[in-house]
Nanobody, 121 residues
Framework: QVQFVESGGGLVQPGGSLRLSCAASGSIFSHYRMGWRMGWYRQAPGKQRDLVATITSGGTTNYADSVTGRFTISRDNDKSTVYLQMNRLKPEDTAVYFC???????????WGKGTLVTVSS
């Protein structure tokens, strides 16, 4: 199994910033040390869960068009932690943000419980 500790969500005014963190652990995550693509997805009320950003173990990143230029994903492989720096936040960024770990060779797919981000004045 893979366990996640997600943090950093909260209430922020439009134009503000937040930094999300997600630390992964567990026997499977440790056994398959490499090959995990980490990412963040979000789900607004009444909507489907959508991609925000992903990053491979080699550092290749992918972003949703709606966050490109405002959000930055990064990871610390030694700490098994992925970060999402969110700048110039907009009300439409309000959602529950979920951490994800997907193994590129086996297809194993794990999700965190989510952290709420609310952008409102």
């Amino acid at each position: 199994q893979v366990q996640f500790v997600e943090s950093g969500g909260g209430l922020v005014q439009p134009g503000g910033s937040l930094r999300l963190s997600c630390a992964a652990s567990g026997s499977i995550f440790s056994h398959y040390r490499m090959g995990w693509r980490m990412g963040w997805y979000r789900q607004a009320p009444g909507k489907q869960r959508d991609l925000v950003a992903t990053i491979t173990s080699g550092g290749t990143t992918n972003y949703a068009d709606s966050v490109t230029g405002r959000f930055t994903i990064s990871r610390d492989n030694d700490k098994s932690t992925v970060y999402l720096q969110m700048n110039r936040l907009k009300p439409e960024d309000t959602a529950v943000y979920f951490c994800n770990a997907w193994h590129v060779l086996t297809g194993m797919d794990y999700w965190g419980k989510g952290t709420l981000v609310t952008v409102s004045s």
